[in-house]
């Protein structure tokens, strides 16, 4: 008895039309830190524009958050950017750490990008946040870090060099990055207010891609009367504009009307 022959089932082959995908507009490119528990979660409320799609990969590094330890990521950058979609276009790659960004440099963080995707349009959190700070002409900013006072000190320095002043500095003063993505809502708007309310401040910048900022925004630039700011939410702002998608959405807060 051939039982193949008894059990065969019908079988079709069909032709097909291919479309652009889910993202016919842009295709993102993220890199996420092995420890980080919070970006692509605010990165998905933010982009949500139609054809744009986010794709990530991680990229080892230690929960401590100390000058020697950041360094140590420059080396893995490439090789987690040939993990996103490897073949494939991308508009723009985004380096998913401030203080890794501030450590490494812009620069470095960008010719480690390109080495794997070479005519890339790059971002970090520090390069959104000074574009997001141009685009809303804030010239001094209150600062809050989840940072140690050494790091916070090359931040403010970092800063002040691209020419905008750090009027007044707030601080966690933790340096677990496990830990620091658990720091709650209350805590990060009752830093974020005090700062803020500040007559010399112009915007208020939170950085850190752990500290989980993006829903806070619009009620705390209600009550502040001024712009406010992340590191999540800035890259993604500059990731899009870099990719030409550029309609204003003021829901999101005032950065997402420029």
Request: include cysteine.
């Amino acid at each position: 008895m051939n039982l193949s022959a008894t059990t065969a089932k019908p079988y079709d082959h069909f032709s097909f039309a291919m479309d652009n995908g889910i993202a016919a507009r842009a295709s993102l490119g993220l890199v996420v830190l092995a420890t980080d528990q919070t970006i692509e979660h605010e990165w998905r409320q933010l982009l949500t524009q139609p054809g744009v799609a986010l794709y990530h990969s991680r990229l080892y590094n230690d929960a401590q958050i100390s000058p020697e330890k950041l360094a140590l990521m420059e080396a893995d950058i490439p090789g987690a950017v040939d993990l996103i979609l490897p073949g494939q276009p991308l508009q723009v790659v985004a380096f998913g750490c401030t203080s890794g960004t501030m450590v490494i440099t812009e620069q470095k963080v960008f010719e480690a990008i390109r080495r794997s995707r070479p005519d890339v349009a790059c971002t970090t959190p520090l390069t959104g946040a000074m574009a997001a700070l141009r685009a809303l002409g804030a010239r001094r900013i209150a600062l809050l870090t989840p940072y140690v006072a050494s790091i916070n000190q090359l931040f403010c320095d970092y800063i002040e060099a691209a020419g905008v002043q750090v009027t007044r500095v707030g601080s966690f003063n933790h340096d677990n990055d496990n830990e620091v993505a658990r720091i709650d809502s209350a805590s990060l708007r009752v830093a974020a207010l005090q700062l803020g309310a500040d007559p010399e401040v112009d915007a208020v910048f939170v950085s850190c891609t752990s500290l989980r900022m993006v829903q806070l925004i619009p009620a705390l630039e209600a009550e502040l009367g001024k712009p406010v700011i992340s590191s999540n939410y800035a890259m993604a702002w500059h990731a899009l504009r870099l990719a030409g998608v550029d309609e204003k959405q003021p829901e999101l807060g005032r950065l997402f009307e420029q």
